[in-house]
């Protein structure tokens, strides 16, 4: 079932609103041109339990998962998270910085997050995401376009690709050529 997405003053309307703390302001001169698709699963591996929104809010209880003792004094955020059946949450409204990218740079420049937007995908490097998450970030892909016009297929990069000696995400098993086959073809609906 699609979901009616649209854009306002930075807001996803048609996800789950779940506002992160951690998130702070852009810096003033700073257009966002950048769009990164990262991995998660909390613990590794294993999907639902709604400990990424608990990581996302700094709630993370450390006695859950071993995993979860190396990580609980982190604060992170993204501004989506598209879970394995689809349902998309913001966590950090566009317009604002989300703590996504960490050490991080693009085109020679540092700081990813302060001119991009990160989306979260359910998932790992090693298992194929679902068809439905790729089409939500299609979806989404294209209305970020829209609000945001420097965003583009060239300036959406994974993880990896703006942190390559720290990061892996989204992994070798994201299927690049379906997902920019989706934005392609609502560009050209």
């Not at 690709?161 to 720290?166: L, S, T």
Request: aromatic letters at 12%; glycine letters at 8%.
């Amino acid at each position: 079932m699609r979901v009616k997405f649209s854009i306002e003053q930075g807001v996803l309307h048609g996800a789950t609103q779940l506002a992160s703390t951690n998130f702070n302001a852009r810096p003033s001169d700073c257009a966002i041109e950048l769009l990164v698709v990262h991995n998660i699963s909390l613990p590794p591996g294993q999907f639902g339990g709604g400990y990424v929104v608990d990581f996302f809010h700094n709630n993370l209880d450390r006695t859950k998962h071993p995993y979860f003792e190396k990580i609980a004094d982190l604060q992170v955020s993204a501004h989506l998270f598209i879970s394995r059946t689809g349902d998309t949450t913001q966590f950090v409204n566009f317009e604002q910085r989300a703590w996504h990218a960490g050490v991080s740079s693009f085109n020679g420049r540092k700081n990813c997050n302060d001119f991009s937007i990160g989306i979260e995908l359910e998932g790992t490097d090693e298992l194929a995401y679902e068809r439905i998450q790729y089409q939500r970030l299609a979806d989404i892909s294209y209305l970020l376009q829209q609000a945001y016009p420097m965003i583009s297929a060239a300036t959406t990069l994974g993880h990896c690709d703006i942190a390559p000696v720290r990061k892996t995400d989204p992994g070798k098993v994201f299927d690049w050529v379906l997902y920019g086959k989706l934005w392609a073809d609502l560009k050209g609906s």
